[in-house]
């Protein structure tokens, strides 16, 4: 059963850091393409970081290039993004999602997210 479980969301300043967590069961994560999306309150979901499955390439979004790190840790099938000089159009729920074939059922699997909020 694919799970994941999203965590280190909270409330930071504009200009501060938080490093998000997301712990994979089900499956490795080494194993696939991962993915970290993101969504702000009225707007679609957003793809923020695409790690490669070999984990040797990683894309950002324009917006966050320079200012989020993605990486994994296999011995805790966890992937994680490090968010700095964070910003208030940051705030969303963010999600990871490793990249399942199209026809694979798994890939409507989608964990509780974790909450970010940026605000002075």
Known sequence: ????????????????????????SGFT??????TWYRQAPGKE????????????????????KG????????????VYLQMDSLKPEDTAVYYCKAAWPKSDMRGNIWGQGTQVTVSS
């Open 45 to 64: 979901r957003e793809i923020v970081a695409v790690m490669s499955r070999a984990g040797d390439n990683v894309v950002y979004r324009d917006t966050v």
């Open 29 to 34: 994560v080494t194993n696939y393409a991962m």
């Open 1 to 24: 059963q694919v799970q994941y479980v999203e965590s280190g969301g909270r409330l930071v300043q504009p200009g501060g850091s938080l490093r998000l967590s997301c712990t994979a």
């Open 67 to 78: 200012r989020f790190i993605m990486s994994r840790d296999s011995d805790n099938n966890t």
